[in-house]
């Protein structure tokens, strides 16, 4: 994980700067390989998990109730679809979870089932799907570049609900989709979510953390980023588990 001497910031997960490099800047596309998971030698019931069953946050939330400066009124826009895909994807999560506790994206994301790591995926699938919109997000004329040169996004844990909107955020391969993923992966940092890091990043490095250190992975806030956005539209297999 990557620090300043000055501040601990919470890094773009995907493009982050790390101590092992990240991988180049690419449409992310967070479902890919989930609905054909298998599980081995478990005999699964398939359930249907429609994101229209998860409660959205309110139309309501427009531009005018949004706390932001130095963005464009188009920029804000865009802002507020982010965010309000990004609680709907955390509001399904939350549902997910109350419903499948140890279903199949669970164990992708945060390995075999353990009390603790369920309460912080819970904890923060609830809170990001209200905070976000509470939050100040800040237009960036310039932010301080990972080592691919490349960053969405950044929070400082000193600076609680200010979120810093960076140019590359702007970027036409920066797809709403992207955008949602970043906003949830840096949120995961604020104190006032869950006050993650980044232990690992990338999508196979995260499922590795799951699968070897559960504990690891439910700090991790890559995990959760993709744990959340998976949920809506996918094919959820509960595991019959004596867990």
């Known amino acids: 994980m990557s ?11 995907v493009f982050l700067t790390s101590v092992k490099g990240s991988p180049p800047l690419k449409p992310f596309n967070p479902s890919v390989g989930i609905a054909n998971d298998a599980v081995d030698d478990a005999k699964t019931q398939e359930e249907i998990f429609s994101f229209k069953d998860a409660k959205a946050p309110s139309g309501a939330f427009t531009l005018s109730k ?3 400066t130095g963005c464009a009124p188009d920029q804000g826009e865009e802002i507020v679809n982010t965010i309000k895909k990004a609680q709907s994807h955390a509001s399904a999560a939350r549902k997910l979870l109350g ?6 994206l669970y164990t992708r994301w945060f390995g075999k089932f353990n009390p603790t ?5 819970l904890q923060s699938s609830s809170r990001l799907s209200k905070l976000p919109a509470q939050w100040q997000y800040k237009c960036q004329s310039e932010c301080p570049k990972g080592r691919d040169n ?18 590359d955020f702007w970027l036409t391969n920066s797809t709403l989709d992207m955008r949602v993923f970043n906003l949830i992966q840096e949120g995961a940092c604020f104190i006032e979510v869950l006050g993650a890091s980044y232990i690992e990043h990338g999508r196979n490095e995260s499922m590795k953390l799951a699968a070897a250190n559960p504990i690891g992975a439910g700090m991790n806030s890559d995990n959760h980023a993709f744990f959340i956005t998976s949920v809506p539209g996918e094919r959820i297999q509960k595991i019959k588990s004596s867990l």
């Open 66 to 68: 949004l706390n932001y």
């Open 117 to 121: 790591v369920y309460g912080y995926a």
């Open 3 to 13: 620090l300043t001497t000055t501040f601990k910031i919470c890094l773009l997960a």
């Open 150 to 167: 490349t960053r969405l996004s950044y929070i400082r844990v000193q600076q609680p609900n200010i979120f810093n909107v960076c140019p």
């Open 99 to 104: 419903t499948y506790p140890k279903g199949l």
